[in-house]
């Protein structure tokens, strides 16, 4: 509270650096850099998957593609505008299929029809802080960072034997601490499942997308809820954001 009511001070006064998405990538994201961005082509189809962060609200019932219905209120529009903007003559084919609330197993669950059928040329998946924030709030029992990582090698397993050319960009699961959703008790447990993610990019060639270092440093710019109102869930600068983070993966 007292970084916001700093932040709104300074801006009042006139005294606030604009604020420069670039820059924070720029520095988030200066080691990422090593690894070469994916190659867009001709009638390429791009798939993001996730939890509630990546369905930010999109009607379900709309399985068409390049429709802001379809892609929801978060950072898949935003990204997904860029690049049907940028690439106009290749002919992309975005769409969204993430679903508030999931963990990798449900992912699991659906990914014959969410995801295998579509044929993606490039697959996004973030997921993660629901496998520890439903552990702790009691309506994920099951959940442990070992059963995190087998069920998320064994979705990827199962997608490169069914589609062997997928291209793969994994998020890396994100928490802004001091806000209503991020308890104390996610640490330092919550650490264990960023690094599986990166380590299972890693193991499957993906490019790695460090959102929490991307967020860390977002909040040298501004605090926390300027970014996302609990911490998770991603206002709508934080939405650009990612989006700008996302699209800096592909050329």
């Not at 690049?83 to 449900?106: H, W």
Request: proline share 4%.
């Amino acid at each position: 509270m007292n970084n916001r009511r700093s932040f709104i001070k300074k801006a009042a006064m006139g005294g606030l650096m604009a604020i420069s998405i670039p820059e924070i990538l720029s520095g988030a994201m200066v080691s990422e850099g090593k690894k070469k961005n994916i190659s867009l082509s001709k009638d390429f189809t791009i798939l993001f998957q996730g939890d509630s962060i990546t369905d930010a609200g999109r009607n379900k019932e709309d399985n068409t593609y390049n429709n802001a219905n379809a892609l929801g209120k978060g950072y898949p529009v935003f990204a997904g505008a860029a690049l049907l903007e940028k690439y106009a003559s290749l002919n992309l084919k975005v769409y969204n299929k993430g679903i508030s609330g999931n963990k990798v197993f449900q992912l699991a669950d659906r990914w014959d029809k969410d995801c295998l059928e579509i044929k993606p040329d490039i697959l996004s998946i973030l997921i993660g802080v629901n496998d520890l924030w439903h552990k702790m709030d009691g309506h994920y029992n099951e959940g442990t960072i070992e059963k995190y990582r087998k069920d998320y090698i064994a979705l990827l397993e199962r997608t490169k034997k069914a589609l062997p050319n997928v291209k793969l960009i994994i998020g890396e699961p994100y928490a802004i601490k001091g806000l209503k959703a991020v308890k104390d008790n996610w640490y330092p447990e919550f650490y264990e499942y960023q690094k599986a993610a990166r380590e299972i990019a890693d193991r499957f060639g993906a490019i790695f997308i460090p959102y929490q270092k991307i967020y860390d440093e977002a909040l040298k710019q501004a605090p926390g809820l300027y970014w996302t109102p609990d911490g998770v869930h991603p206002s709508l600068a934080g939405a650009q954001l990612m989006a700008q983070a996302w699209v800096k993966s592909v050329k």
